[in-house]
């Protein structure tokens, strides 16, 4: 049976498992895509994001947010936030899912790979120079660039000019794959905190073979700047009418 929470669950968890399964390909150890670097990576984030939105869609989320920082934006945007807490924890959940499937299907590769730190990057987000307030402006600013755009593709004055039914989750994908090229340097651009917090989640609890520690410290950095940036996209696209 579909519904909005379904969508948003499984669209979400085909969102991280295409997602993290790029970053795990292109970090562990014997994968056969190993050192194909960024491109494949923002390359197979914007695949990821296009299969999650098509499978949400399909699966009962007309909205297919995937994304707390898209939700609580157009919520903004609306003025009404009702779907904010129900599609986060759907959100949230599918990311878990799609972080223990990412886990399972590279299973064999863990242990052959010694660095933890490595590790963990499949599963989430960490920066490239650790500075709290540096690292926290990048993914407000990443997100709001996220939030604002989406708001303006799916806007009246860009619909009525006669976009075709089913072209939008392919301009969100290369929305992404822009945004991982271009802003994505400094923090590994989570833009989404349950694309980062459900898979540190899954990472703190699954028997990953010589894993370190989750990087609590930093976890407040992609949750807290993308909900800041989504907001403000969509306070922006609330004040200009988009």
């Not at 399909?58 to 807490?85: E, W």
Request: aromatic fraction near 8%.
């Amino acid at each position: 049976m579909t519904s909005p929470l379904v969508g948003e669950f499984l669209g979400t968890m085909i969102l991280i498992l295409l997602g993290n399964g790029v970053v795990a390909g292109v970090l562990l150890k014997r994968s056969k895509a190993e050192g194909s670097g960024w491109m494949v990576i923002a390359t197979g984030w914007a695949m990821a994001v296009m299969a999650g939105v098509f499978a949400a869609i399909a699966c009962g989320s007309a909205d297919a947010h995937l994304n707390p920082a898209v939700t609580l934006g157009m919520a903004v945007r609306s003025g009404s936030y009702a779907k904010f807490f129900p599609y986060f924890a759907a959100q949230l959940l599918g990311a878990m899912a799609g972080a223990a499937l990412v886990w399972l299907h590279y299973l064999l590769h863990w242990r052959e790979t010694e660095d933890g730190a490595t590790k963990l990057a499949c599963f989430s987000t960490g920066p490239a120079i650790r500075h709290a307030a540096a690292n926290l402006i990048s993914e407000m600013i990443a997100t709001f660039v996220l939030v604002f755009v989406v708001g303006a593709i799916f806007s009246k004055a860009v619909s009525a000019g006669g976009s075709a039914a089913g072209l939008g989750p392919y301009v969100v994908g290369s929305l992404v794959w822009g945004i991982g090229l271009s802003l994505g340097g400094p923090t590994g651009y989570a833009i989404n905190p349950a694309r980062d917090l459900g898979p540190r989640i899954a990472h703190a609890l699954l028997p990953i073979a010589g894993k370190g520690a989750s990087d609590w410290g930093y976890a407040p950095i992609p949750v807290v700047g993308p909900l800041v940036g989504g907001a403000l996209a969509g306070g922006l696209l609330r004040v200009l009418g988009v």
